[in-house]
């Protein structure tokens, strides 16, 4: 199996910018499929973006389609979320995960692994 470790969140304005990562330890990172996900306060967690094994295939959520970009490091065993013109209906503890199953899906349920998840919170 793997474990994930996020890190990057914080607090930040309206209109910036911060970079999550995924870090993985465990078993061979390429082949899994990861997704972002994120959870605010007394709502259901939703789909962010999805990665494919290779970093070829990506997508996103609309809500942050052309703001926030995924990508992913297999030599480094980390996926990335860079996110930008970041808005205060942002703000939610955000979650990786990965599957080694399938494709890059958004159905939170159809991922096996997750990780603590960390905190963006941004001011407006």
């Known amino acids: 199996q793997v474990q994930l470790v996020e890190s990057g969140g914080g607090l930040v304005q309206a209109g910036d910018s911060l970079r999550l990562s995924c870090a993985a330890s465990?078993?061979?990172?390429?082949?899994?499929?990861v997704g972002w996900f994120r959870q605010a306060p007394g709502k259901e967690r939703e789909f962010v973006a999805a990665?494919?094994?290779?970093?070829?295939?990506?997508f996103y959520a609309d809500s942050v389609k052309g703001r926030f970009t995924i990508s992913r490091d297999n030599a480094k065993n980390t996926v990335y979320l860079q996110m930008n013109s970041l808005k205060s209906e942002d703000t939610a503890v955000y979650y990786c995960?990965?599957?080694?199953?399938?494709?890059?899906?958004?159905?939170?349920?159809?991922?096996?692994?997750w990780g603590q998840g960390t905190q963006v919170t941004v001011s407006s």
């Open positions: 465990g078993r061979t990172f390429s082949g899994y499929v």
């Open positions: 990665i494919s094994r290779n970093g070829g295939s990506r």
């Open positions: 995960a990965a599957d080694l199953n399938g494709l890059a899906k958004a159905d939170r349920y159809e991922y096996d692994y």
